[in-house]
């Protein structure tokens, strides 16, 4: 990193900032353009160099149970196909919609042509059964774990992104904060809720059972969950929303009251949709670290090649995004 930063004529705070595009790094366009013309220049690869089987086809398979029902299946893909690619590997990926024949079909095409091994992954953050022909199989779970935790696995950090959100209001001086919270079929929903009551104790803020409210994970039901915390007696002053969509449902139902984001009601989403920047305000949010579980699974996949080179469970954490819909607690709210 020093080289490229003399050569772009940066420190190498900046060079790190941008190789590795940590989200908010206030870094200029034109500065962003120097630091990779000048990394390219150099041959800089990003991230470490792996082992790579000599034996092997260089081909790892994707397993995906879905890549439709959500936007996080590129971010998967991208970030375990541009990893593969620096060590000069490609992906096969294949949705397979956690059915065993189809499962079995994609890996009977894999493994007759000798390759690295297989990233197994789940949309849904999740315990699986993983089939048992990858037992001898290198393989890295992605997003998802086996009980017995006989594979290395990767998933969010979802309880301290939840702390992270609720921390973000009581910073802003909220003490009635609400949580829209997921399915309780959801890992994820659970996570992020003890992430939520975490964060209220140790701001010793007691716990309202009343504040947390169940019912969905869609754009409606997060509409539906604040009209029905806007026709409390004492309605909350924050929200923090299990997911950007039911965020996008807040924000709908505050307006239909006349009421304002962060003016009457700050909120904070979760899992960084594309959406969420172009919200008015722009919704502060917590990043789902997908593309960088991607990478640490392919990474963790080649290094598994070699005896005990990787942890078993790795929880990658989820950074939070201030934007603008955060603000102080309001007046009347602040006055009661």
């Known amino acids: 990193m020093i ?20 989200p908010n790094a206030r870094v200029a366009e034109a500065t962003r353009a120097r630091v990779l013309e000048a990394a390219d220049a150099l041959g800089y690869r990003k991230g470490p160099q792996h082992h790579v089987p000599e034996n092997k086809t260089r081909v790892i398979g994707l397993l995906l149970d879905e890549v439709t029902t959500t936007p996080f299946a590129m971010p998967f893909i991208e970030g375990a196909r541009e990893e593969a690619a620096l060590q000069d590997v490609v992906v096969a990926t294949f949705s397979t919609r956690s059915d065993p024949k189809l499962e079995s079909l994609a890996l009977d095409m894999l493994l007759s042509n000798q390759i690295i091994g297989v990233l197994y992954a789940s949309l849904v953050t999740r315990s699986v059964d993983v089939p048992e022909r990858l037992r001898d199989v290198p393989t890295v779970l992605l997003n998802c774990y086996d009980k017995q935790r006989y594979y290395p696995s990767v998933v969010p950090a979802d309880v301290t992104g939840g702390y992270a959100a609720t921390e973000a209001l009581l910073k802003a001086g909220h003490r009635r904060i609400a949580h ?74 505050l307006q239909a009251r006349g009421l304002r984001v962060p003016d009457d009601m700050s909120v904070v989403g979760f899992d960084d949709e594309d959406t969420s920047m172009y919200m008015n305000p722009p919704l502060s949010t917590v990043v789902l670290p997908h593309e960088e579980m ?43």
Not at 3 to 22: D, F, H, W, Y
Not at 221 to 230: N, V
Not at 311 to 316: E, Y
């Open 3 to 22: 080289e490229i930063g003399e050569r772009a004529g940066v420190s190498q705070a900046t060079v790190s900032l941008v190789l590795n595009r940590v």
């Open 180 to 253: 829209l919270a997921g399915e309780s079929w959801i890992q994820a929903a659970d996570d992020r809720e003890r992430g939520y009551r975490q964060a209220l104790a140790s701001w010793d803020v007691p716990v309202d059972e009343n504040l947390i409210m169940r019912g969905g994970w869609t754009i409606h039901g997060g509409r539906d969950l604040t009209t029905r915390l806007l026709d409390m007696p004492n309605p909350p002053t924050g929200i923090f929303a299990f997911n950007d969509r039911m965020a996008v449902g807040a924000y709908g139902a």
């Open 294 to 336: 991607a990478r640490w699974a392919v990474g963790t996949l080649l290094d598994e090649q070699l005896p005990a080179a990787s942890p078993r469970r790795v929880k990658i954490e989820c950074p939070l995004i201030s934007r603008g819909s955060i603000g102080p607690v309001p007046v009347r709210a602040a006055a009661e």
